[in-house]
């Protein structure tokens, strides 16, 4: 199951809870039970922050859209890595990955 | 169920531990169960409180150990640890496992743990009213049958089902030989490697530790079996274990599957869930919303409905505040101050009512504007529009992870840049801050929809939703170009979870578009008032005449390339006046270009052609972006190098479309 969420996100680019629950037969509750667990794992990464619990100084928050946004996960390295996806890449071409840009 | 039993009648303790998450009622349950027999003290060298208590139930009697409450068994916290080496530690006879029916999946997670540690388990249903009034429907009986396990339905908040679950536990403890739970499998690839796994470490797993488990938590990645079982397996075995491992160290994600997947078999076998309320409607209306064609159409439909609300309300009104408002308050400032000298009057009439003053009358289109996206935001669906938006960009070759930084750039491009601190690699978050200037902020559609209406009428809507549409395909364009030159198409693969639809809050939306009003209100009467007093300073001196002054010098040097898009130079220093702020522009224009009787918005349709003006527009929301942007691009890229870049960049796209579109323009018959 995990891996075929990990492979459905990397074939479609972008998915939803609700068509990963269609797809694998299952409730949403149970596929973000196992979003979560992979990001607990570092398969993915969640990289929209749940703003009901933004902090202050979040940038997010300055802005006006921030209250309703969908939460997002994207795969790391480490999940690309599990299924051999040679697709997803991480590193930088020609910007440099140390320092500032 | 007596809870002050008499010794004497008693034949045997047993030791009970009472599992469960956080917030499943656990407590209430123990202390019904347990009364005034409780003691609290702290778990041996913990700092997490242990709470024991005794029961009694027929000649038997039980220790009851309130376990915390904890989500799985993996010892990532200091609770999981302490409710983990109980059971390991401590042998219970029995664990009464309390789970929340409303949120059986969640649950069921932690007695796929507990079962693994082949620890007989009795399945507390509490919560069973909430979910019922959720409209889930659990069949304890099938579910029991599924588990192969006791499944009692209790509602602790009513203290009803306690006695059947100490019978139940009771009759357990008696029996422990008919305890045959169906336990959660490792999905197949990985299954042979725990078999030899579990082959390898025989023998050198002490008591009271079960092998098996070990060497599945092994294969899992556990860290402190890892640890421990290296001290265990000594030099000579270990190294054979690690290679092992290595080869396999995404064995966990079948180890976790088989246990999703056994939970998803029980849920099905033994939950009924509503179909109808909010997440029904939310399913049927995103069959629309999010299709990759009609999410598309509707998008575009959204915002068209926008623009044509701004039009239809608030841009007459703005006209009337210009024409009645501003107009008279001007006519008032020349007469009141007919006495005093020429250059005071003009000041207050040009510089500072013409100037912010004029900005000011714009926050009936801003309050508007931010309403139907505060009310978008509200409802659900500007969630939805960056879902169909990611989907556009990806098929565009855009950093697709970009898209929610830059949805916020309609807003404002300034948390737009800062947004893009979610992002993780340099790349993507440099790509996405490069490209947020090109979103058009709210500060350049009021710029829009107050010089679209000017220029062209009855037309104005499609035009005004055709330039914005143009402005998206140069995103996309310079998207393409930095992604495929600079960032070598990197492909990223995104999971999403959008919010509920739901009922718009009024107060919510109201105290956002006050928030947002006022602080464009502060803004006019700050860096647009002193904007305003520069722009009118150097179009007055040094002879009182627009014509011969500084900025009408500065103006015609650059007047050739306005020539190349049918500007003349009060547009292009109006333009240049937009770095300080974009509501500058309107601004300037209205210094420049002064207002009859009619307003602005007349004075600018009598003196501008209809080919200057739509490339005048085009350039504005192209244009490079305010000082504030490009100081947060400079403090986010850390790099003066980068930022200027952009710069040079939006200016030259900005000014080659300013060209194209007026040449195009004129070529399509427009008057130039």
């Given at each position: 199951?995990?891996?075929?969420?990990?492979?459905?996100?990397?074939?479609?680019?972008?998915?939803?809870?609700e068509?990963?629950?269609?797809?694998?037969?299952t409730?949403?509750?149970?596929?973000?039970?196992?979003?979560?667990?992979?990001?607990?794992?570092?398969?993915?990464?969640?990289?929209?922050?749940?703003?009901?619990?933004?902090?202050?100084h979040?940038?997010?928050?300055?802005?006006?859209?921030?209250r309703?946004?969908p939460?997002?996960?994207?795969?790391?390295?480490?999940?690309?890595?599990?299924?051999?996806?040679r697709?997803?890449?991480?590193?930088?071409?020609?910007?440099?990955?140390?320092?500032?840009? | 169920?007596?809870?002050?039993?008499?010794?004497?009648?008693?034949?045997?303790?047993?030791?009970?531990g009472?599992?469960g998450?956080?917030?499943v009622?656990?407590?209430?349950?123990?202390?019904?169960?347990?009364g005034?027999?409780?003691?609290?003290?702290?778990?041996p060298g913990?700092?997490v409180?242990?709470?024991?208590?005794?029961?009694?139930?027929?000649?038997?009697?039980?220790?009851l150990?309130?376990?915390?409450?904890?989500?799985?068994?993996?010892a990532?916290?200091?609770?999981?640890?302490?409710?983990?080496?109980?059971?390991?530690?401590?042998?219970?006879?029995?664990?009464?496992?309390?789970?929340?029916?409303?949120?059986l999946?969640r649950n069921l997670?932690?007695?796929?743990?507990?079962l693994?540690?082949?620890?007989p388990?009795?399945?507390?249903?509490?919560?069973?009213?909430?979910?019922?009034?959720?409209?889930?429907?659990?069949?304890?009986?099938?579910?029991?049958?599924?588990?192969?396990?006791?499944?009692?339905?209790?509602?602790?908040?009513?203290?009803?089902?306690?006695?059947?679950?100490?019978?139940?536990?009771?009759?357990?403890?008696?029996?422990?030989?008919?305890?045959?739970?169906?336990r959660p499998?490792?999905?197949?690839?990985h299954?042979?490697?725990?078999?030899?796994?579990?082959?390898?470490?025989a023998?050198?797993?002490?008591?009271?530790?079960?092998?098996?488990?070990?060497?599945?938590?092994?294969l899992?990645?556990?860290?402190?079996?890892?640890?421990?079982?290296?001290g265990?397996?000594?030099?000579l075995?270990?190294?054979g274990?690690?290679?092992?491992?290595?080869?396999?160290?995404?064995?966990?994600?079948?180890i976790?599957?088989?246990?999703?997947?056994?939970?998803?078999?029980m849920v099905?076998?033994?939950?009924?869930?509503?179909?109808?309320g909010?997440?029904?409607l939310?399913?049927?209306?995103?069959?629309?919303?999010?299709?990759p064609?009609w999410?598309?159409?509707?998008?575009f439909?959204?915002?068209?409905?926008?623009?044509?609300?701004?039009?239809?309300?608030?841009?007459?009104?703005?006209?009337?505040?210009?024409?009645t408002?501003?107009?008279?308050a001007?006519?008032?400032?020349r007469?009141?101050?007919?006495?005093?000298?020429?250059?005071?009057?003009?000041?207050?009439?040009?510089?500072?009512?013409?100037g912010?003053g004029?900005?000011?009358?714009?926050?009936?289109?801003?309050?508007?504007?931010?309403?139907?996206?505060?009310?978008?935001?509200?409802t659900?669906?500007?969630?939805?529009s960056?879902?169909?938006m990611?989907?556009?960009?990806h098929?565009?070759?855009?950093?697709?992870?970009?898209?929610?930084?830059?949805?916020?750039?309609?807003g404002?491009?300034?948390?737009?840049?800062?947004?893009?601190?979610?992002?993780?690699?340099?790349?993507?978050?440099?790509?996405?801050?490069l490209?947020?200037p090109l979103?058009?902020?709210?500060?350049?559609?009021?710029?829009l929809?107050?010089?679209?209406?000017?220029?062209?009428?009855?037309?104005?809507?499609?035009?005004?939703?055709?330039?914005?549409?143009l402005?998206?395909?140069?995103?996309?364009?310079?998207?393409?170009m930095?992604?495929q030159?600079?960032?070598?198409?990197?492909h990223?693969?995104?999971i999403?979870?959008?919010?509920?639809?739901?009922?718009?809050?009024?107060?919510?939306?109201?105290?956002?578009?006050w928030?947002?009003?006022?602080?464009?209100?502060?803004k006019a009467?700050?860096?647009?008032?002193?904007?305003?007093?520069?722009?009118?300073?150097?179009s007055?001196?040094?002879?009182?005449?627009?014509?011969?002054?500084?900025?009408?010098?500065?103006?015609q040097?650059?007047?050739?390339?306005?020539?190349l898009?049918?500007m003349?130079w009060?547009m292009?220093?109006?333009?240049?006046?937009?770095?300080?702020?974009?509501e500058?522009?309107?601004?300037?224009?209205?210094?420049?270009?002064?207002?009859?009787?009619?307003?602005?918005?007349h004075?600018l349709?009598?003196?501008?052609t209809?080919?200057?003006?739509?490339?005048?527009?085009?350039?504005?929301?192209?244009?490079i972006?305010?000082?504030?942007?490009?100081?947060v691009?400079?403090?986010e890229?850390?790099?003066?190098?980068?930022?200027?870049?952009?710069?040079?960049?939006?200016?030259a796209?900005?000014l080659?479309?300013?060209?194209?579109?007026?040449?195009?323009?004129?070529?399509l018959?427009?008057?130039?």
């Open positions: 199951m995990l891996r075929t969420i990990l492979r459905l996100a990397a074939d479609l680019g972008t998915i939803r809870c068509e990963l629950a269609r797809a694998l037969n409730s949403p509750e149970l596929v973000r039970l196992a979003l979560a667990e992979l990001a607990r794992r570092d398969y993915l990464q969640a990289v929209a922050p749940d703003c009901s619990t933004a902090c202050e979040c940038p997010l928050r300055a802005a006006f859209l921030y309703r946004q939460r997002v996960w994207v795969i790391t390295r480490k999940g690309a890595a599990a299924m051999g996806d697709r997803i890449h991480f590193g930088l071409t020609h910007v440099s990955d140390r320092g500032q840009f | 169920m007596n809870r002050m039993p008499e010794p004497a009648q008693q034949e045997r303790m047993l030791l009970v009472l599992a998450q956080p917030n009622g656990k407590s209430t349950l123990f202390n019904l169960l347990t005034l027999s409780q003691h609290v003290g702290n778990w913990k700092t409180e242990r709470k024991e208590g005794t029961l009694a139930h027929n000649k038997t009697r039980m220790r150990v309130d376990l915390p409450g904890i989500y799985s068994l993996t990532h916290s200091l609770e999981e640890q302490v409710a983990r080496d109980f059971i390991i530690q401590e042998h219970p006879d029995i664990i009464v496992m309390v789970a929340d029916a409303s949120s999946e997670y932690l007695l796929a743990e507990l693994i540690l082949h620890v388990v009795v399945l507390a249903l509490n919560m069973l009213d909430v979910a019922e009034a959720q409209g889930i429907q659990i069949e304890a009986h099938v579910l029991e049958a599924a588990l192969g396990l006791s499944v009692v339905p209790i509602v602790a908040t009513r203290n009803q089902g306690l006695a059947e679950l100490v019978a139940a536990t009771g009759h357990l403890a008696s029996n422990p030989d008919t305890f045959h739970p169906a499998q490792i999905a197949a690839p299954r042979q490697v725990l078999e030899q796994l579990k082959e390898m470490v023998g050198q797993v002490p008591a009271p530790f079960d092998p098996d488990w070990v060497a599945l938590k092994l899992e990645g556990d860290a402190e079996i890892t640890r421990k079982a290296k265990w397996a000594g030099k075995v270990w190294p274990i690690e290679v092992l491992l290595r080869a396999h160290e995404d064995a966990v994600l079948d976790a599957s088989g246990r999703y997947e056994w939970i998803g078999r099905r076998a033994a939950v009924t869930r509503p179909r109808f909010q997440v029904s939310t399913d049927k209306l995103d069959r629309f919303a999010v299709h064609l999410g598309l159409v509707i998008l439909s959204v915002f068209a409905a926008v623009f044509w609300l701004t039009f239809t309300l608030a841009v007459p009104l703005q006209e009337w505040l210009d024409v408002v501003i107009g008279q001007r006519e008032a400032a007469h009141l101050l007919a006495d005093e000298p020429g250059w005071l009057a003009a000041l207050v009439a040009e510089g500072i009512l013409g912010a004029l900005v000011l009358t714009f926050l009936p289109v801003l309050a508007l504007f931010f309403g139907a996206l505060a009310l978008l935001e509200d659900g669906y500007l969630a939805r960056a879902y169909v990611d989907r556009f960009m098929a565009l070759g855009l950093h697709g992870k970009s898209f929610l930084p830059l949805f916020l750039g309609f404002c491009n300034v948390p737009a840049v800062m947004g893009a601190r979610v992002i993780e690699s340099r790349s993507g978050r440099l790509l996405t801050i490209l947020a979103v058009p902020c709210s500060a350049r559609l009021v710029v929809a107050f010089l679209t209406p000017a220029f062209f009428g009855t037309a104005a809507l499609p035009v005004a939703l055709a330039l914005v549409v402005n998206l395909l140069v995103l996309a364009l310079v998207g393409i930095l992604n030159t600079l960032f070598r198409g990197q990223m693969a995104f999403m979870e959008l919010p509920l639809y739901h009922m718009p809050n009024a107060r919510a939306i109201g105290a956002f578009v928030n947002n009003t006022w602080a464009f209100a502060r009467g700050s860096f647009i008032l002193l904007a305003s007093v520069v722009v009118w300073a150097l007055y001196f040094p002879t009182g005449t627009l014509e011969q002054s500084y900025l009408a010098r500065i103006g040097t650059l007047a050739p390339l306005g020539g898009m049918g003349d009060r292009l220093v109006a333009l240049i006046a937009g770095f300080v702020a974009k500058n522009v309107i601004a300037t224009l209205g210094i420049l270009y002064g207002q009859g009787g009619g307003g602005l918005a004075t349709a009598a003196q501008v209809p080919a200057s003006a739509l490339a005048f527009l085009t350039v504005t929301l192209l244009f972006p305010c000082l504030a942007t490009v100081a691009m400079r403090q890229t850390g790099s003066w190098r980068w930022t200027l870049f952009d710069v040079a960049l939006l200016l796209i900005a080659g479309a300013g060209i194209l579109v007026y040449h195009g323009a004129i070529f018959g427009m008057r130039g």
